[in-house]
């Protein structure tokens, strides 16, 4: 520990601080701006200037190691003139167009040019002129001419977000922040650099012009688009959300948020929110009353399981939804005499079912994933899938040199260096998995598992399991592929004995905002699972907060399955265009904005919110119509006042972390299964159509993340098939199919289709990870 003065104040600080950490720590400001606590020392700005006993000159606080007995003033009269020569020297060009600035009332440099700037200016020339570049749909750089170099947004894109997309060009008065040969931003990450701008050079694009900060109202949130459950800060605006700002959090999501999560508010206030109850009589759609509505679903329900049994009904609802509202879903429906309740709509292999010791989880806090040693992280498409774990993952990589291995369908760029890489087909997912283990087996010198005779074994995966031994603190995860793979139970039994072997921790990258929630609110099959619900029809369906064309594993056998049913009801926020065919009655679902709620996120972390907008129209929050169709169904334990009452029933006071959390399993025999035959599909679930509210934000819909999905195979697959990239080709599942344009992707293993789930243009095909066919259109 080092000894530093400050002010006169004395502190101990540890060894490698600088003098802004220490000045941090002991709650002393000193003005900045090219520093920020996530990201490399820059000292460009030198708006941090302070006076350091013996020293000739000012130094900056930012880039001034800590020696011990180092005296600091702050506020002398040398530091505070050269901060006031810095301030002249950043607003000699900067154009002063505070009143149409989308950065006014909460701009860095308009706060400190009150302390630090002069009455008026010396400079009497002309002000340098930056032109404008278009970077995409989400991040405006209309007025570069503000922009004072401090370099953020290059450093957060380096350091970060693992892609240098924006860099500096040129020298002195003609320097710009710009992109490479005009390209776009593209990370999903990229919003951030919005927040991290400190003088309105890069704003919102979706955001300008329409509010200024003090017009705005600040509530807390938590998202409900991947499994961190990121603190969110909603601004609201007239009861109407017009902008999301990440909640600074550094146990979850640090301090930044998702472009899905930043953007998506756009869709609460799309022309596609349904407002009003609607019922299908005789072929045609009519708004109702809910009265009206409740009593007609009422009598569907009790009519169908009068006549054919509680049996004949399923629930399917998103692993999205609250706590609340899957407790309440299948309380609603056990009192119907109906166990087929699920939350799992894209998963196949269901085998684990009664087999699981507690509810899965990740298996750790997800503050540790920075100071992990070693992981392997098996089928899953991580950036994508979760972008703020792949970011934590990186950091590990980066500062802690952690050796980060993965198992994979395809090889995207994570934007990390790794240590080993297995890309495989999805039928040769287990085996990949399994040769990893029996690597680590023979390298531990233990009982080989049984099963794992005959597994051949190469040298990435000895470099795999080399890497979970050697490291300290490591673990294993399973992704969203995996999860939703048709050997999901077999590789969830080998990564538990990876772990076991290597003493790693085993855990599940959970798919959704409330899938471990979902668990403990037993919103879990006492009968049919989400696929044996399609695969044997019912007479009638509750969907809450699903799309099926979108949402489901075979989207196809679920269309076939509610086109034949005698009801089906769809709890929904949107007016959903195909449902209008398959559904009786449309319920007007509030999203999470408008409803208070809980999630529980993938670490087991208890996190739950209020609704920071009344609800549009007449729609309700979901758990609120749950309870009335309780009551008009004339069912006990129904008369729930909050959405409180419900939490606390459900998790029986538990309040930071829930209770029950073990990835263990029993019982499950290992049989690896065989490599497939012919063409093998692998479904992407794209990140901005992962959701009903992404899929709706016009400005996510514009990205390159959204573009329409091709048949992307590599060129020894192509030239098998006598194709050439850019040719039109029918691809086929089953009894549907879709014309998509080929292309040329290396990162597809031989054998293998590409072809993204959850979009209209392939709504029609099958299984996500099925046979498929493709030919010649």
Known sequence: MLEIEIDGKKAQVPDGSTVMDAAQQMGVYIPHFCYHKKLSIAANCRMCLVQVEKAPKPLPACATPVTNGMKVFTHSDLAVQAQKG?????????????????????????????????????????????????????????????????TRC??????????????????????????????????????????????????????????????????????????????????????????????????????????????????????????????????????????????????????ISREFGGDALAALAAPSST???????????????????????????????????????????????NNLDAALVVGSFLRKDHPLIAQRLRQAVRKGGAALSLIDLSADDQLVPLHARLTVAPSQLAQTLAAVVKAAAQ???????????????????????????????????????????AAATQLHALGLQLAQITGATFGFLGEAANSVGAQLAWALPTG????????????????????????????????????????VVLFSAFKHEPALAYADVLLPMAPFTETSGTFVNTEGRIQSFAGVVRPAGDARPAWKILRVLGNVL?????????????????????????????????????????????????????????????????ALQRTRDAAAPAARMAAATLAQLGLQAGDLVRVRQGQGGAELAAALDEGVPAGCVRVAAAHASTAALGEMFGAISVERA
């Open 154 to 303: 290059v450093r957060f894109g380096q350091e970060v977000a693992g892609i240098m997309e924006l860099g500096m060009a040129n020298r002195n008065m003609h320097s710009e922040i710009t992109t490479f040969v005009g390209r776009s931003v593209d990370s999903e990450l990229s919003g951030n650099m919005i927040d991290l701008c400190p003088v309105g050079a890069l704003t919102s694009k979706p955001f300008r012009y329409t509010a200024r900060s003090w017009e705005l109202q600040r509530r807390r949130s938590v998202s409900p688009h991947d499994s961190l459950g990121a603190n969110l800060i909603v601004q609201v605006k007239h009861d109407q959300v017009m902008r999301v700002l990440p909640k600074e959090n550094e146990a979850v999501n640090e301090c930044w948020i998702s472009d899905k999560e930043r953007f998506a508010y756009q869709a609460l206030n799309s022309d596609q929110r349904l407002t009003k109850p609607m019922v299908k009589q005789g072929g045609e759609w009519r708004e109702v009353p809910w009265n009206v509505a409740l009593d007609y679903v009422a009598h569907g329900l009790k009519d």
């Open 323 to 369: 706590l609340e509202e899957l407790y309440l879903l299948q309380k609603l429906m056990q009192g119907l005499g109906c166990g087929n309740v699920d939350h799992r709509p894209r998963q196949q292999d269901f085998t684990s079912d009664g087999k699981r010791v507690g509810t899965p989880w990740l298996g750790m806090r997800l503050a540790e994933l």
């Open 443 to 485: 390298q531990k010198g233990v009982e080989l598992p049984a099963g794992l005779e005959n597994v051949q074994v190469c040298e990435q995966a000895k470099a795999m399991a080399q890497s979970l031994i050697e490291g300290e603190k490591k673990a294993v995860f399973l992704g969203n592929a995996a999860q939703q793979s």
């Open 86 to 150: 810095v301030m002249e020297f950043l607003l000699i060009n900067h154009p002063l167009d505070c009143p149409i600035c989308d950065q006014g009332g909460e701009c860095q440099l308009q706060d400190m040019s009150v302390g630090y700037g002069g009455m008026k200016s010396r400079y009497q020339e002309e002000k340098r002129v930056v032109f404008h570049k278009d970077v995409g749909p989400l991040i405006s750089m209309e007025e570069m001419s503000r922009c004072i170099h401090c």
């Open 634 to 698: 004339d069912l006990e334990g129904f008369g729930y006042n909050t959405s409180e009452e419900v939490r606390d029933q459900v998790l029986g006071g538990a309040s930071e972390f829930a209770t029950g959390l073990d990835n263990g399993l029993n019982g499950v025999t290992l049989q690896l299964p065989q490599a497939g035959q012919g063409m093998e599909r692998i479904a992407d679930v794209p990140i901005h159509f992962a959701d009903p509210m992404a899929r709706r934000a016009p």
């Open 528 to 567: 049919a699972n989400a696929r044996q619900m399609f695969e044997q029809p019912r007479q009638g369906y509750v969907l809450m907060g699903v799309e099926p064309e979108f949402d489901c594993a075979n989207p196809q056998q679920a269309l076939a399955a509610l086109a034949q049913a005698k009801m």
